[in-house]
């Protein structure tokens, strides 16, 4: 199959282009960004209509990945964020359309059920409230997902939402919770903990992630919704203590002010992944950890490699 992928110069895209090169799949790159390795790329922004079309015209699928993710970012320029997040998703989709694509694939997130009703059993088919969106970015989701369905509805066009845990690995944002943590490490710097430490979520390595997409794409993937949420609930005070383990370091620990807006996690069921499309994570958290580690130190030649246990 011959399969786009929007974003696929990014941290999640780039694995998943991995992914699907190594299922077999031809893949090209569709990102103002060039990819990480030799593979077709055209340089298109999601907001040029006609660009997406020209680009995608010779493809059987295409994964909508190209979004404004940062949440800080997204406070920032919430007109870009809604721009990019929203009215990119319907060109990526007006594009699929007309091109009479197979899937497209919605690459959604586990924040959406910060507008979720209730706390506990949290699943595909649990009803959202507008008035508890809570954050910008959560709502371009939901409004992303919303154009999904509504383009099925009215035009057909097949479609697969993923909504992501929240993914971890080699080549993700230096601004990420994870990634400061273990640069703060690595510097000797304190380790600052936004809020209580309390809060959690379920991580969920990227390569597990991106292993999904391709699973996805079989028949049991269409038109369908899935949560792609990591195997347990992780605390951000874990995430510091298991830096700390991994690097043999002494980090001072420090607290400050939460993120307005923060998802502060919740249970979700990722069952139907598993049951629709035999997909479960494999990797657990400090093992997956361990990796990134061990990636960013060869990247990037630190001497700390001689501090990690093990």
């Not at 273990?182 to 992630?209: C, K």
């Not at 990591?230 to 298991?242: H, L, Y």
């Amino acid at each position: 199959m011959r399969v786009a992928v929007t974003g696929g110069a990014g941290f999640i895209g780039s694995h998943v282009v991995d992914q699907l090169l190594e299922a077999g799949h031809d893949v090209v790159v569709v990102d103002m960004l060039p990819p990480h390795r030799d593979v077709e790329a055209r340089a298109v922004d999601v907001l040029d209509l006609d660009g997406l079309q020209q680009a995608t015209a010779d493809c059987d699928a295409v994964f909508h990945l190209a979004a404004v993710s940062n949440v800080k970012d997204v406070e920032r320029d919430p007109a870009r964020a809604v721009a990019v997040n929203v009215v990119g998703t319907t060109n990526v989709w007006e594009a699929a359309r007309r091109n009479e694509l197979r899937r497209a694939v919605l690459a959604s997130t586990v924040w959406v059920y910060g507008a979720a009703v209730g706390q506990r059993g949290l699943d595909e088919r649990t009803p959202m409230v507008v008035d508890s969106i809570g954050h910008t970015y959560t709502a371009t989701k939901l409004a992303a997902e919303m154009v999904v369905h509504s383009m099925h509805d009215l035009y057909g066009q097949p479609f697969t939402i993923l909504r992501y845990g929240i993914p971890y690995g080699p080549r993700m944002r230096s601004d990420l919770v994870i990634a400061r943590f273990v640069d703060n490490a690595l510097a000797g710097r304190p380790i600052t903990i936004e809020g209580s430490g309390l809060q959690y979520r379920n991580y969920v390595y990227v390569e597990d992630l991106a292993r999904a997409h391709v699973l996805a794409l079989s028949d049991a993937g269409e038109n369908e919704v899935f949560n792609l949420e990591g195997p347990e609930p992780v605390s951000v005070r874990r995430i510091a203590e298991a830096v700390q383990l991994a690097l043999d370091h002494r980090v001072r620990i420090v607290h400050g002010p939460a993120r307005a807006g923060d998802f502060t996690g919740r249970e979700v069921s990722a069952e139907r992944a598993r049951t629709r499309l035999g997909w479960e994570p494999r990797v657990g958290f400090e093992d997956g950890l361990r990796r990134y580690i061990e990636w960013l130190v060869d990247e990037t030649g630190e001497a700390a490699a001689s501090t990690m246990n093990g």
